[in-house]
């Protein structure tokens, strides 16, 4: 039972425009999110997070949005830029799971110069 | 220079072995975390820690052992029970379980001889 999905494997963009990783769980008791970034080989790096009582949260060119009664986040990245191509996970932890993260399977994202 | 470091960063395993992987932080994180990768997945968790003398399994534990006599330290047994060990294994800290975002290491690729 996938808990958090990113249905889209890779995603391609041009350098300059926005590129937009999508998310969607099923736990409605999941209260805190996260998008991390990783280089093969690498460990994850964290990027932005968002709490269950916030929409929106900025840093930068990063923005999570979530919508809960969709149970879906995002992130979008403007301007993209090549090196931003990595590996976007989203992840997703719950007050009873003591901490515990549930992982989506990861989203590639490849910006073109 | 705080961070979580790992080693070795590439692992080989003979049949009916146990190896140990490290995870050390000096980010004085009260939980710890390990992680399996494998191509095309999400991360899933081993173990985790929450504090010292303290862990629980993850989700998918078996074939895998834990230790955590400090707390800077937490390191992971693959046994021979694990039929399948070939994997990117990460470890992570966070400052508690309750909602903090986890920090990952560089990762550990172990390989089966």
């Known amino acids: 039972d996938q808990q958090v999905k990113q249905n889209s494997p890779s995603l391609s963009v041009q350098e300059g425009r926005i590129s937009i990783l999508n998310c969607d769980y099923t736990?409605?008791?999941?209260?805190?999110f996260l998008w991390y970034k990783k280089y093969p080989a690498e460990g994850p790096t964290f990027l932005i997070s968002?709490?269950?009582?916030?929409d929106k949260n900025e840093d930068g060119r990063f923005t999570v949005f979530l919508n809960k009664s969709a149970k879906h986040l995002s992130l979008h990245i403007v301007p993209s830029q090549p090196g931003d191509s990595a590996v976007y996970f989203c992840?997703?932890?719950?007050?009873?799971?003591?901490?515990?993260?549930?992982f989506g399977q990861g989203t590639t994202l490849q910006v073109k110069p | 220079d705080g961070g979580i470091t790992q080693s070795p960063k590439y692992l080989f395993r003979k049949e009916g072995q146990n190896v140990t992987l490290s995870c050390e932080q000096n980010?004085?994180?009260?939980?710890m975390y390990w992680y399996r990768q494998d191509p095309g997945q999400g991360l899933r968790l081993i173990y985790y820690?929450?504090?010292?003398?303290?862990?629980q399994k993850g989700d998918i534990a078996e074939g895998y052992s834990v230790s955590r006599e400090k707390k800077e330290s937490f390191p992971l047994t693959v046994t021979s029970a694990q039929k399948n060990p070939t994997a990117f294994y990460l470890c992570?800290?966070?400052?508690?379980?309750?909602?903090?975002?986890?920090?990952f290491g560089p990762g550990t690729r172990l390989l089966v001889l």
């Open positions: 736990n409605s008791m999941f209260d805190y």
């Open positions: 980010l004085n994180h009260d939980a």
């Open positions: 968002i709490s269950s009582i916030k």
């Open positions: 820690s929450q504090i010292v003398n303290d862990f």
């Open positions: 992840a997703a932890s719950a007050p009873s799971n003591t901490g515990k993260l549930i």
């Open positions: 992570a800290s966070s400052a508690s379980t309750g909602g903090e975002t986890q920090y």
